[in-house]
């Protein structure tokens, strides 16, 4: 790490974190940062922990030893600092602090409109139906104007989430979140499935999101990777393997020998 980095605050800390499932050690030891307005990739084979560490974030998985605190809030103006352990938060808690997290598959209300799913995703709305009785504000209203554009959704506002393609209904569950306002953005494989065109565009959208926010992202596809990171870390067999650029891991002889020996380390990404 830089010594300028090394003066700012991480909006995460990642210590010594272990979980075991059935006596299988999905993670061992993990000790990483996430700082704020950076891009930090996770990559690694099938197996290698990532997902599973990004549920132990969010409050989905509990770890058997370890914490993670979290600085909430840090350059983002919306919340004051803390120092909170996630390890011993509820999940909707962690989301209401501040973490948002977008699955691999987009998870959008396709019957809805472009608007209503942004409108439903404000903070405080319980459900559908209170969502769609409720009348935002003006304020909220300006928000939302603001991300769809961000997204590059403003002039599908009125159509049904159905009628998007593939990377649309992405960049409208990345919207959904962001309405959120949270302090991280978790994404999980944000780009499968999606052509060239729409890869570039969802790269293009993160690099903005980490103006404001930390960005943490699981992906195999590498060229995505060296496009967009800050910061990667290699994952092995739950451990982490090696931790820099995206042009330092990948020339690492380490991440070279674990991805060339499972037959998998391509142009176009992980297997």
Same mark, same amino acid.
């Given at each position: 790490m830089s010594e300028t980095n090394s003066k700012i605050t991480p909006v995460i800390e990642i210590n010594d974190i272990s979980v075991e499932f059935d006596g299988?050690?999905?993670?061992?030891? &993990?000790?990483? +940062?996430?700082m704020p307005n950076k891009v930090h990739f996770f990559i690694g084979?099938?197996?290698?922990? @990532?997902?599973?560490?990004?549920?132990?974030?969010?409050?989905? =998985? @509990?770890? #058997?030893?370890?914490?993670i605190i979290y600085h909430g809030g840090i350059d983002v103006g919306l919340r004051q600092y803390t120092n909170m352990d996630l390890t011993k938060m509820r999940e909707a808690d962690i989301v209401n602090e501040g973490i948002g997290r977008k699955f691999q598959a987009p998870s $959008?209300?396709?019957s809805l409109t472009v608007w209503e799913n942004m409108e439903i995703s404000l903070k405080?709305?319980?459900? $559908?139906? #209170? #969502? /769609? /009785?409720?009348?935002?504000s003006e304020k909220q209203k300006k928000r939302i104007e603001m991300i769809l554009d961000f997204i590059s959704l403003t002039e599908?506002?009125?159509e049904k989430a159905a009628s998007l393609s593939h990377g649309? @209904?992405?960049?409208? !569950?990345?919207?959904? /979140?962001?309405?959120? !306002?949270?302090? $991280? $953005?978790? /994404?999980d494989e944000p780009v499968a499935g999606m052509?060239?065109?729409?890869? !570039? +565009?969802?790269?293009?959208?993160?690099? %903005?999101?980490?103006k404001q926010y930390a960005v943490v992202v699981v992906e195999h596809d590498m060229e995505f990777v060296k496009a967009?990171?800050?910061? &990667? =870390?290699?994952?092995?067999?739950? %451990?982490?393997l090696t931790e820099g650029s995206a042009a330092q891991v990948l020339a690492d002889e380490k991440v070279k020998a674990v991805y060339l020996g499972r037959g998998k380390f391509h142009k176009s990404g992980v297997a």
């Open positions: 299988f050690k999905a993670l061992s030891d &993990v000790n990483t +940062k996430i084979p099938n197996g290698a922990g @990532k997902t599973t560490l990004l549920d132990i974030i969010c409050g989905k =998985t @509990k770890p #058997s030893n370890g914490k $959008v209300f396709t405080g709305q319980k459900n $559908v139906i #209170s #969502s /769609l /009785l409720f009348r935002i599908k506002k009125d649309q @209904k992405q960049w409208l !569950e990345i919207g959904m /979140l962001l309405v959120q !306002e949270p302090a $991280v $953005v978790l /994404l052509g060239k065109a729409e890869t !570039e +565009k969802t790269g293009e959208i993160i690099k %903005k999101i980490a967009v990171a800050d910061t &990667v =870390t290699v994952m092995h067999e739950g %451990k982490i």
